[in-house]
């Protein structure tokens, strides 16, 4: 497969005449190329494998070995069973994806508002709008992260999950997607829609909007992930147990004085296998959105 | 550069720089928030106020409930709200709380942890209700005493201290006697190299010098008055030297330099190395990871001298309750309740009046109950090894530093010195 053939058609009239075909490879560089496929499949699959089997690993067998071995010999689901047990897993799987939630719609309304707003709009002070928006993503969460806790402190919303989602309900990095998205789009198709008399929200929801809805979907996933993977920041703003997200709830497995390895990398898989899930149902979308942006900019 | 991975040195980057920030705002919160907390503090024992601990449930959910029905019994109005924190970031969660004032009434805070809060006012001085020592052991009662403070900022919960694991098949395969394993860290480098001329591939050594062999070898961490580190000595480079040359004899795999605490028990339960250092509980956690290490383990003492570890819980000093909050702490740390505590789990009351409670001290032939035995048998002599001005910034750091000069990059003597110009800028600070 090559995928200098997929290239959106906003940019047809840009390519520059028609695709070179790619010459033979030889049986050994296909070889070399697999082998490091392959390779890189282990670095970044290898961990992920390693917390699988452990989770699935029965109380007779050891964890740590010299060599890794993959295959549970006492395979058994002993362990998700205990995670259920010792945590209230379902309430915090069930905050978290309400954090997401909100998250998720949070930044596809505010972003695409904003994305479209400094795209498409004449106003005075644009630029500097886009030059905030890239100049907080210079900085680091950590260092912002006390204050925005006072803050949300004295909304009252210190301790509910409101807090915890409202920063992040509207990303500056999801704005300038958006942005690069719109930017993208052939101004006289607008032109043609100020013609017809449309407005401002008639053009963004008929126009616009239906040609980025790959950079959408990167949004929502981008949103989701950081949503769902999110630690410091709940942890700082949820105190009470019962209201705890996943990843921090997740936590109480690994207690003061004990750790059980196998209900640890239980838990790391159910933390793991919505967003798995959510990926390979959007992952179509995803790859037509990551080139319908980034490739005018 | 030390051979840290990319990932966790941005990790310990952005830990530390959680850390200077909270600081930081810290300080300036709690000096605005000052004058204000005037608010009208009852000296009655009622009313509700908050526990928080650390990491502890599920597993003790049952015996924290026990203890606060007990108190909530004994003086009827008041109740208790437990709040346990996960294990992960909770420096972080603390220092969050304390810059904007939700300290909670109650809090289980480590030494080190209490240190800050301390300086800026934020915990009450415990000593002015009665005599600490007539109830708590002296070593645990320091632990939370700083210089240039007055005062005792929490009262000492549980204690616990560090044993010695090793694999006695490994032992006996490669030369040495598990009835006789090293007590001192030169004899560690004697059998070190025994283990190496009948086993090409195993290691005995399995973690690199930190600041607590420093203070085991009676080297002086600070000057007196508590401003400065004073460690970099020509007797601390010697030690260093020295695992600098076992080093580079093969005595200790590669990995040891990049270790965190956790890196010599994983390495020992994977069998890659025959010693590893581990708290009372210690034995039960490997024996559950690699059930085959089941009845192959020796426990002895700690190398030289024991560390000492204090757990306690704080007070905090905006609490609407202080009465209350203060009953509660001396509640949950009597005798009575930590005894049915160190009977649940592999840990130690720092109550005089524990040492008579048999069970602590008497070997019960299970070797869970030989760790206990010994490990209640090493307090006695058990001395803090890390002082609590050096934070985990600070050790990280100093790691980083020795790992440097054990691989040989730099001469000991100016790793060291290195490290305690930078220690000292950031003790400046704190």
């Excluded at chain 2, 000593?127 to 005493?145: F, M, P, R």
Aim: one cysteine or more; hydrophobic letters at 45%.
């Amino acid at each position: 497969m090559t995928t200098t053939d997929v290239r959106p058609q906003v940019h047809a009239d840009k390519s520059d005449g028609p695709l070179k075909r790619r010459p033979e490879v030889s049986g050994r560089e296909k070889l070399l190329r697999y082998v490091l496929l392959l390779f890189v499949l282990v670095i970044t699959v290898g961990p992920f494998l390693w917390q699988l089997s452990t989770s699935l690993k029965g109380a007779g067998e050891d964890i740590y070995t010299a060599t890794p071995s993959f295959i549970p010999k006492q395979p058994t689901l002993d362990n998700y069973a205990k995670v259920a047990e010792a945590i209230p897993v379902w309430r915090y799987i069930g905050n978290s994806l309400l954090v997401a939630a909100l998250t998720v719609g949070g930044n596809i309304l505010f972003a695409t508002a904003a994305g479209y707003a400094i795209a498409r709009l004449r106003f005075r002070g644009r630029r500097v709008v886009l030059g905030l928006f890239l100049g907080t993503l210079v900085l680091p969460g950590e260092v912002t992260i006390i204050a925005q806790y006072v803050t949300v402190r004295s909304f009252g919303l210190a301790d509910t999950l409101a807090g915890v989602a409202l920063p992040g309900m509207v990303a500056a990095l999801n704005v300038l997607l958006m942005y690069n998205a719109f930017r993208a789009l052939p101004q006289e198709v607008d032109e043609a829609a100020i013609v017809d008399g449309a407005t401002v929200p008639q053009r963004l929801w008929r126009v616009s909007l239906p040609a980025v809805r790959g950079t959408l979907a990167v949004v929502a996933i981008f949103a989701f992930i950081q949503a769902w993977d999110d630690f410091l920041w709940p942890l700082i703003v949820l105190t009470s147990p019962e209201k705890l997200t996943l990843t921090v709830g997740l936590q109480y497995l690994s207690g003061t004085f004990t750790q059980d390895q196998r209900l640890i990398a239980a838990g790391t898989m159910i933390a793991f296998i919505p967003i798995a899930i959510l990926f390979s149902a959007l992952q179509r979308y995803f790859f037509k959105g990551v080139e319908e942006g980034g490739v005018k900019g | 550069m030390p051979a840290y991975g990319l990932e966790e040195l941005t990790m310990r980057i952005r830990h530390a720089t959680i850390a200077a920030v909270a600081a930081l705002t810290l300080g300036v919160t709690a000096a605005c928030g000052g004058g204000s907390g005037d608010e009208a503090k009852s000296d009655d024992i009622t009313g509700e106020i908050t526990l928080q601990t650390w990491a502890l449930t599920p597993k003790f959910t049952g015996y924290l409930n026990e203890v606060i029905a007990g108190f909530q019994a004994k003086y009827p109005g008041t109740s208790v709200k437990l709040l346990d924190q996960p294990g992960d970031g909770y420096a972080e969660k603390v220092l969050a709380q304390a810059s904007s004032n939700t300290l909670p009434d109650v809090v289980n805070l480590p030494p080190d942890m209490a240190l800050p809060l301390a300086r800026q006012d934020l915990l009450a001085d415990v000593s002015k209700n009665g005599d600490l020592s007539k109830t708590y052991v002296q070593g645990s009662i320091d632990a939370y005493k700083f210089t240039g403070l007055d005062g005792v900022y929490g009262y000492p919960w549980y204690l616990n201290t560090d044993l010695n694991y090793w694999n006695a098949k490994q032992f006996k395969e490669c030369g040495l006697d598990a009835a006789k394993p090293p007590a001192t860290t030169q004899e560690l480098f004697a059998q070190a190299a025994t283990l190496k001329g009948k086993c090409p591939d195993g290691y005995l050594m399995s973690r690199k010098p930190d600041v607590t062999d420093f203070v085991r070898g009676g080297i002086k961490i600070l000057s007196d008055d508590g401003k400065q580190f004073v460690f970099n000595t020509d007797q601390a480079a010697a030690l260093v030297d020295q695992y600098r040359d076992a080093y580079a004899k093969g005595f200790m795999p590669p990995s040891v330099l990049n270790s965190d605490y956790q890196g010599n028990s994983k390495l020992f339960t994977q069998g890659k190395v025959a010693w590893t250092t581990g708290g009372a509980t210690g034995l039960a956690d490997f024996e559950r990871d690699n059930p085959s290490l089941k009845g192959r383990i020796a426990v002895n003492k700690a190398l030289d001298t024991p560390p000492l570890y204090v757990q306690g819980v704080s007070v905090s000093a905006k609490s609407k309750h202080p009465a209350t909050a203060r009953a509660f702490a001396e509640w949950i740390t009597n005798a009575d309740n930590q005894n049915k505590f160190g009977h649940l789990v592999n840990i130690f009351p720092s109550t005089v009046s524990s040492a008579s409670d048999g069970y602590f001290s008497k070997d019960d032939g299970t070797p869970g109950g030989k760790a206990r035995a010994l490990a209640f048998d090493e307090l006695k002599e058990a001395k803090v090894l890390i002082p609590y001005e050096v934070n985990s910034d600070m050790q990280i750091l100093l790691d980083q530093q020795i790992a440097l000069a054990v691989k040989g990059d730099v001469t000991s003597r100016k790793a060291l010195d290195d490290a305690v110009a930078k220690m000292n800028q950031m003790l400046s600070r704190q």
